[in-house]
Each structure stands twice: as C-alpha cells, then as structure tokens.
C-alpha cells in the first residue's frame, strides 16, 4: 500500500459564511519542489480536467485551481464578490476584466458561465494582498493562477458543495503531483465554527470477518491466503482473531461494507478459477396474466390477417390531440426532453397506429395492422399519480372499407374470447358521426370502435378510408 | 330420361358400402334363428325383412326366420357400383333404385352447364364436371407449375415483440415468476430503495428523465423509508457506514419514468418474495439519450432476482452459467469483475455465441445488504441483467437498435419468422 507524508504548511485559508448557496466547501493543498517539464506540465493540465469532469460533472460540483504558491500572500481567502465588484486579468488575457466582463467576453466564461446564472455574487479566492486566484468554477487569473516549467510549488484548491466528492478529488491530485516527485504539505482551512487541516492522507482502518467472507464467497479461504489476496489488493492486512484488520489508501472512496473489501478478495482470487453452480431451487414460473392474455388476443390478430406493429410509448401532444380532433387532456409530461416529438407519455393508442399509416402511404394495400401496448393515464388514486394500461388497437385502410369491416373482426376476437359486449352509439370528434360506438362490457366502456373522421385522415396526410377500434385488455384479463 | 345423369342417395351410398339390407339378412343367417335375435343384430332391420321375403330368400314361420336360398348376386348393389363410377344402367334397375330412393336424378341445368364443358381443352375444374361425373371427359390445360402465384402476406407478430415473448417464454420454463412494476416511478423506488445516493454523480450518470407533470408520488410505509432513510445516512444496521449525508424525502417522492428495471426488483423485494424464489422482469425503459444507432428512444431491459438463504458468489455465477447456456446459446464463457451501482461483489458476463463470436451477455452482483436489509430482506439476493436487445437485433438481423420498433410496414410484412 502507497503511503503518503505530509507535512504542515503555513498557508490558512478563511472561508466567507455569505458562500452558503453559493459554492459553500473548499479543501486545499501545497505541493512543494515539483520539476515540471513539458510533458508533466500537460499531464498535470490533463488530470485537472479528468478530476473535474469524472468527479466534478464537468465542473458543476467541484471546480478546481493549481497556483503559483510564491506568487501568493497567505492567508487566502474564499469569499464572494458582486459582478462588478473587481477587476483582474484573466488566464491567457492581456488586460483586466470585472467577473460579468469575464462571463461575456472570456471563451472559458462563455463556456461555463451558465454555472454562476441567477447569483447576485460569485464566488472568489484572493489573497491579504488583494491579488484575486480565481473565480470558481470560470477562470484563474493570469498572475497567480498559471502554472509553468519555472513552477517549483503550487497552492491547490477544490472548491464545490460537498466534502464527500472533494476530498477525494483533492486527494486524486495530490497523489499524483507526490507521485511525480512533489512533497504534499497541509493547509488549515478555517470554516465560520469549524477548522479543517486538509488534504487527509492518512490510511483509513476497516475491519474484515472471515467468515462472513467465506458466506459470502461460498470458498473455504484460510486466513493466510485472504491476508495474501488483500495484500496484493494494496491494502495492508493484519489478522486478529477471526477478524482481519485493515489499512486502505485515502484516495479510496469506495469502501462503506465489508462487501466491498470481500469483492478486492475475490478479484484477487481470479472470478474463472471459481466453480459455478447453477442454484438448485424449486421454484414455479410465471407470467403475468396480462401478458398471457396479450399473448393469445395476439394469436388471434395474426391470424386474422392483420400485421403487428411495436412503437414508442412516447410521444406528443400534437399527436394525441390535435391530429386526432379531439380537445387536449391531461398526460404524463417530461421536463428535460431531448426532442419535442418525445414529450409526453401516449394516453390512447389509435394515434401510434395512423402514424404507422402515414409512413406507410405507398406500401401494398389493404393494409391492416394492430398493435398491443401501454399507455399512461393520470390517476390520483395512483401511489405513483399514474396508471398504465394495456391496450390493443387495430386499423384496417383500403379504397372501400366500412364500419362493418371492422365491427365484424372485433367481434371474431371478443367471441373468440368468449366475452359478450354491447355495442352503443357514441360521440367521438375522432370519427365520422353516427359511424362509431363504444364497446361495453358489463356495462362498462372498454373501447371504441368506427370511422376514422376524414377530417383527421387529413391531418396524418392519409388518403384512404380507415376504420379502427382500440380496446382495454387490462380491464379484459381475465 | 336417357340423357339423365343419376346419383347416389345418402342412403344408397351406405349401402353401397355396407351391403344392401336384405343381403345382410340372409349372409346372417347360418340356422333358423328367433326374429327377435337377428332384428338386434342387423341394420334397417324393417327393409331387410321386407326385401328378403319378396326376394324368397326367407321364410317366416312361427316368430322363427328360416333361410330359403343364398342369392350369388345382388343386382341392386352392382347397380349402384356403377352408377357411382359414372357407368350406364338399364332402365329397369334405375327405376327400382329410383322407388327405393337410392339413386336421384341430377339437375337437368348442372348437367346442361356440364355438357358445355367437355370436349376442349379448359383452364379449370368446376363443380358441375365433379357433380355429374364428366370430368372424365373433360381435358384441363397443363399450367406451368414453376410459377407461384401473388405475394400474399399473412398476419403476423411484430418481431421484435415476439423475441421479447419467446424470451419471456423461456423464463418462465427455467422457473422464474415475472415482476409488478409501474413505468412512472418515484425516485424512491428508481433510486433510493437501490442505495443510491441522492447526490451521488451516478445519479446524473444514469442520466434519467424528470417530469413537469405529475410531480410527487406517495411513499411506501414509514417503516420502509425510514430505514431506507437511515441506510443512506449511516447504514442502519447492515455493517455499513453509510453514504453520510442528509436525506431528503422530497427528493425521493419525485415521479420520474423508469430507468431501469431494477425499480421493479425493489419492489418486488419490499413485498416479502417467496423464499425460495426466482423473479424476472421485461421492461420498458427511458432515458434521455441521443439518439443513435446503439440508443432508441425507448429500450426494453430484462432483469430479475433468485433469492435464498444458500446462496453465494458461486451461485452467482452459475445463474449466469445458465443464461450463457440456455439463453446464449453458447458452451464457453468468461467471467469479468465490473460495476454495477447496487451490487457487491458484481460481475460480468461474456460468451462465445455460436455466429456472434465473444459478446457480453449478462451482468449479476449480490444485491448490496444497504438495499435488501431496508426492504426487508435477509437472505442473499442475487441481481442479474441480460442485454436482450442485442440478442434481438442479431436474431432479426439488424445493425440499427432504431429498427426494433420499426415502421417500415414491407419490411415488417417480409421479415421472416422467427424459429
């Protein structure tokens, strides 16, 4: 296992309570005696961005600065400055800019500006010589904030909301500057009622049962072999008693439950030198009965002659209301579409099908087509404020068909499921007048079958007389 | 009526088969027999008598029937032989056949439309032909066979959808039950209950969607969010030490669409499963990806779960050693350590497809004990995930995940069936 020395440097950094809801945590380091040439400086430039963008979700969490530490006059403070509150000369500019100039005018403000938006102030760290090191998570200034091969020790800071994805990012960093030859120091961070000293490099302890991993592993490892395993894992390991206790390097985030070590053990081990085994347990299988009965209500369809289709559950509000004359409803809306064709969760299923059509125009007729799907409906009764429902829709489209053509196949599927119904006259906008009816069952509206309205034949740019029905085969399963 | 054409009855066509009534009688007759006892053992009982004594091949005397004489032939039955063969019969025999309704005369029209087919050459048989017989005189044209006729396209399922049920079949034979879950979830149930951490960056790596409308769901019993709750916390009573940070039940009421399935396993895990118990689910999902050749709007994810008391790491690997074998196809496979978000230890699985060569097929991990413990679960849960639309676009031969829901309706109509 690495190991890490640090020393205490003497630099302080004070951090401002007016951060709150700003950029609130910072953690900070000093590497001391670093040769950079050419290739480190790159690599170092290189690993900046890889701890911000891994760690950092490209710089919203944790924004980060490497600096000229003999350039700076501790103590450092992280505090927060209005929009024209300064003025410094940015990273790779000649003149001086306040932050709102910076967010306009600098490529790397323009560029990640949108993570200031909406603050009355930002956030800054500056020096007790008034010389500003940067403005997180936007730009280091020119003088302090740039490091080159006459760079000998550098202060180095990461800044975000949370200790728990700092700490390790800093410690990322420090590693591997120590790795390279620099020597990590400390550096007080003063917080309003608590003081850190940071970066933590100190091993952290942790305690492994061996049998809880031989449960686990269902293997018979001795003490010795685990201890081995562990060992090459770079952890240190220790027996004591049936207990192994354990050091792992700080950099290491990952490791909340002896399941995480006992996965380190069983890499070790290699996963193809264990035997499988194929659990042999009496259990019985089953579908749901909605897909059953999906299923068969399919076998029927095709056999009819008609095609299934398959299309996406997503969707629009154009489609579902607009293009099918009716008045706009509720539906399941999403926030951060990707595209507005993909907005809303379909409430009905004829809408899926006349797109089916639309694409379809030039294709051999007839064409007759079905598919079985789910659509979501709002439903405050609902633990989740919703209901999905499965459903099966059918549209047949030739030069002449008619009401009849497609009243007789609904009924060869609903006596062949031996379900009796009803037809009743209905109104619908998305039909022809007096050429739709809704379908009951005991009563109950289960679906609606008739004469597309020419009107929304138009409006899907079909040119022929279609006929459908939809039907609920939630409500149908038996 | 010598332009007739005569038929077989009903009648005279069982007869022709079984031997007239009366014939029957007398081949049964080897002795003088009781009436009683040959009316139970001969058919038309009635009519048999009645021609046998009018033919004098019978006698009966004192409730007794006695055999006179053995006819060699029945005439009557030759007679309806060659009627049914289209051959001639005198005028006599037809007359009795006709009284004895074993024969009737064709509709003088059929026969006319007949005699209008035969003698040239036509394109097809017609029922008047087959009905009066004179088909045989009639010559149809020789086609070429090689040629078939118009492409006909039958109903047929989706294909796509009917791999996921072919799959979903096979399942259920290897004895795993199929899971409950909604497509609009609370983060909760999508994220929570899986231990993942509300502000942990895996959360935004997952990359999901979130809604303007509806926006809070219910939670499930305070008992199960508060231990959830604690887990995330500090662990509660797992060993853990827990993410360490505040958690909040807001966040977790959100509604958001599916992920993944795993939402379902969760689920399944808080209602108490059966123990032993195998679960799997098929599941639509949804994320905001770009959309490409490898990313749809939509992708369906199988997933599940076995649950018991025996089982370890080993078992774990043979759940996947029976998916390389029985859903792969395959008879060499390799194990890799990966990561998955909600399992420790995890692993992945790569087979040797039989056409594919080396894919990844599956991963599995035992669920953590930060996610089963809350939910009320014990026992080891092993978590498994197959890449199924994979599968699929190579079964339907297809290099464009898009294609799957496919609206191409000629494509659809000439994909060939899956077997």
Same mark, same amino acid.
């Given at each position: 296992m690495p190991r890490y020395k640090t020393k205490k440097s003497n630099v302080v950094v004070n951090v401002d309570k007016r951060l709150r809801g700003i950029r609130p945590f910072t953690v900070c380091a000093v590497v001391k005696n670093l040769k950079i040439d050419d290739h480190s400086l790159s690599q170092l430039i290189q690993l900046q961005e890889k701890v911000s963008t891994t760690f950092g979700r490209n710089r919203k969490e944790i924004a980060r600065g490497v600096y000229d530490l003999n350039r700076i006059k501790p103590p450092i403070k992280f505090t927060t400055v209005k929009p024209d509150g300064i003025r410094f000369i940015p990273l790779e500019f000649r003149r001086e800019l306040t932050p709102r100039q910076i967010l306009k005018e600098h490529p790397k403000g323009r560029e990640f500006g949108h993570l200031l938006e909406g603050l009355l102030e930002y956030p800054m760290f500056i020096d007790s010589a008034g010389e500003v090191l940067s403005i997180p998570p936007i730009i280091n200034s020119e003088y302090t904030?740039?490091?080159?091969?006459?760079?000998?020790?550098?202060?180095?800071?990461?800044?975000?909301?949370?200790?728990?994805?700092?700490?390790?990012?800093?410690?990322?960093?420090?590693?591997?500057?120590?790795?390279?030859?620099?020597?990590?120091?400390?550096?007080?961070?003063?917080?309003?009622?608590?003081?850190?000293?940071?970066?933590?490099?100190?091993?952290?302890?942790?305690?492994?049962?061996?049998?809880?991993?031989?449960?686990?592993?269902?293997?018979?490892?001795?003490?010795?072999?685990?201890?081995?395993?562990?060992?090459?894992?770079?952890?240190?390991?220790?027996?004591?008693?049936?207990r192994i206790k354990l050091l792992y390097p700080a950099y290491r985030q990952d490791i909340m439950h002896q399941r995480d070590v006992i996965e380190d053990v069983l890499i070790s081990y290699g996963y193809n030198k264990i035997e499988p085994l194929i659990p042999k347990l009496a259990t019985i299988g089953n579908q749901k009965p909605v897909e059953a009965f999906s299923n068969k209500v399919s076998d029927i369809m095709a056999g009819l002659g008609l095609q299934e289709t398959?299309?996406?559950?997503?969707?629009?509000?154009?489609?579902?209301?607009?293009?099918?004359?009716?008045?706009?409803?509720n539906v399941v809306e999403i926030e951060n579409i990707v595209s507005a064709n993909w907005s809303v969760f379909r409430t009905w299923l004829l809408p899926s099908?006349?797109?089916?059509?639309?694409?379809?125009?030039?294709?051999?007729?007839?064409?007759?087509?079905?598919?079985?799907?789910?659509?979501?409906?709002l439903d405050n009764r609902e633990?989740?404020?919703?209901?999905?429902?499965?459903?099966?829709?059918?549209?047949?489209?030739?030069?002449?068909?008619?009401?009849?053509?497609?009243?007789?196949?609904?009924?060869?599927?609903?006596?062949?499921?031996?379900?009796?119904?009803?037809?009743?006259?209905?109104?619908?906008?998305?039909?022809?007048?007096?050429r739709v009816a809704g379908i009951f069952v005991k009563g109950r509206k289960m679906g609606l079958v008739g004469e597309i309205n020419p009107l929304v034949l138009e409006k899907w740019d079909l040119e022929k007389p279609t006929v459908g029905f939809e039907l609920d085969l939630s409500a149908l399963t038996p | 009526m010598s332009g007739s054409i005569y038929k077989l009855t009903e009648e005279g066509r069982r007869y022709l088969e079984n031997g007239l009534p009366e014939a029957n009688l007398v081949n049964s007759l080897?002795?003088?027999?009781?009436?009683e006892d040959v009316k139970a053992r001969i058919e038309n009982f009635g009519i048999a008598l009645q021609w046998a004594k009018k033919?004098?091949?019978?006698?009966?005397?004192?409730?007794?029937?006695?055999?006179?004489?053995?006819?060699?032939?029945?005439?009557?039955? $030759?007679?309806?032989?060659?009627?049914?063969?289209?051959?001639?019969?005198?005028?006599?025999?037809?007359?009795?056949?006709?009284?004895?309704?074993?024969i009737y005369i064709e509709r003088e029209d059929v026969v006319k439309r007949a005699q209008k087919m035969i003698g040239k050459e036509i394109d097809n048989l017609a029922p008047e032909l087959i009905k009066?017989?004179?088909?045989?005189?009639?010559?149809?044209?020789?086609?070429?066979?090689?040629?078939?006729?118009?492409?006909?396209?039958?109903?047929?399922?989706?294909?796509?959808?009917?791999?996921?049920? $072919?799959?979903?079949?096979?399942?259920?034979?290897?004895?795993?039950?199929?899971?409950?879950?909604?497509?609009?979830?609370?983060?909760?149930?999508?994220?929570?209950?899986?231990?993942?951490?509300?502000?942990?960056?895996?959360?935004?790596?997952?990359?999901?969607?979130?809604?303007?409308h509806p926006k809070y769901g219910r939670l499930p019993s305070r008992g199960i969010v508060s231990r959830v709750k604690a887990a995330h916390e500090n662990g509660w009573k797992t060993g853990s030490t827990g993410w360490g940070y505040k958690w909040d039940i807001k966040k977790a009421s959100?509604?958001?669409?599916?992920?993944h399935t795993t939402a379902s396993s969760a689920r399944t895990l808080a209602k108490l499963p059966e123990i032993p118990g195998k679960y799997f689910a098929i599941s639509r999902c949804f994320r905001p990806d770009v959309i490409d050749a490898t990313h749809g709007v939509e992708f369906n994810q199988m997933e599940g779960i076995v649950i018991d008391k025996s089982l370890t790491f080993k078992e774990m690997l043979g759940v996947l050693k029976m998916f390389a074998i029985e859903i792969g196809g395959a008879k060499e496979f390799r194990f890799y350590a990966d990561y998955y978000p909600f399992t420790e230890p995890s692993v992945q699985l790569s087979i040797k497809h039989p056409q594919m060569g080396w894919i990844e097929l599956a991963g599995a991990g035992i669920f953590r004990p930060e996610l089963t413990e809350p939910l009320g679960v014990k026992e080891p849960v092993i978590a498994w995930g197959l890449g199924i639309d994979r599968l699929a676009m190579f079964k339907l031969n297809i290099d464009d995940i898009r294609e799957l829901f496919s609206k191409n309706l000629d494509w659809l109509r000439n994909q060939r069936v899956l077997i």
């Open positions: 904030g740039k490091v080159t091969k006459e760079t000998k020790d550098v202060f180095i800071e990461c800044s975000g909301f949370g200790l728990r994805f700092l700490t390790p990012a800093l410690n990322v960093m420090v590693t591997a500057l120590s790795d390279r030859g620099g020597d990590i120091e400390s550096v007080k961070v003063v917080y309003p009622g608590r003081v850190l000293e940071t970066p933590e490099l100190e091993p952290k302890k942790f305690e492994l049962d061996l049998d809880y991993l031989n449960r686990v592993s269902g293997l018979n490892l001795s003490m010795e072999r685990v201890c081995r395993f562990l060992n090459q894992a770079r952890y240190e390991a220790k027996p004591s008693g049936k398959l299309s996406y559950i997503l969707t629009n509000k154009r489609n579902l209301f607009e293009k099918m004359n009716i008045r706009e409803g099908l006349l797109e089916f059509l639309s694409r379809n125009k030039h294709v051999e007729y007839p064409q007759r087509i079905f598919e079985i799907g789910d659509v979501v409906n633990e989740t404020k919703t209901k999905d429902t499965r459903k099966l829709a059918v549209m047949l489209t030739d030069n002449s068909v008619g009401y009849e053509d497609i009243s007789s196949m609904l009924d060869s599927l609903l006596r062949g499921l031996g379900i009796k119904y009803t037809l009743n006259r209905i109104e619908h906008t998305s039909f022809i007048r007096g | 080897k002795e003088p027999m009781d009436i033919k004098n091949w019978v006698k009966l005397e004192s409730g007794k029937l006695f055999l006179v004489r053995k006819p060699s032939q029945v005439p009557e039955h $030759e007679a309806l032989r060659k009627i049914s063969t289209g051959r001639r019969v005198d005028g006599k025999m037809i007359d009795l056949l006709l009284k004895r309704k074993l009066t017989g004179m088909w045989r005189k009639a010559k149809i044209k020789p086609y070429n066979v090689k040629v078939t006729g118009k492409k006909i396209y039958p109903g047929k399922r989706q294909p796509y959808k009917h791999f996921l049920t $072919e799959v979903r079949q096979r399942l259920v034979e290897l004895g795993f039950r199929e899971m409950e879950g909604p497509m609009i979830e609370t983060e909760f149930w999508n994220f929570d209950a899986l231990y993942q951490a509300q502000d942990h960056p895996s959360r935004d790596w997952a990359q999901t969607y979130t809604l303007k959100q509604l958001m669409p599916r992920a």
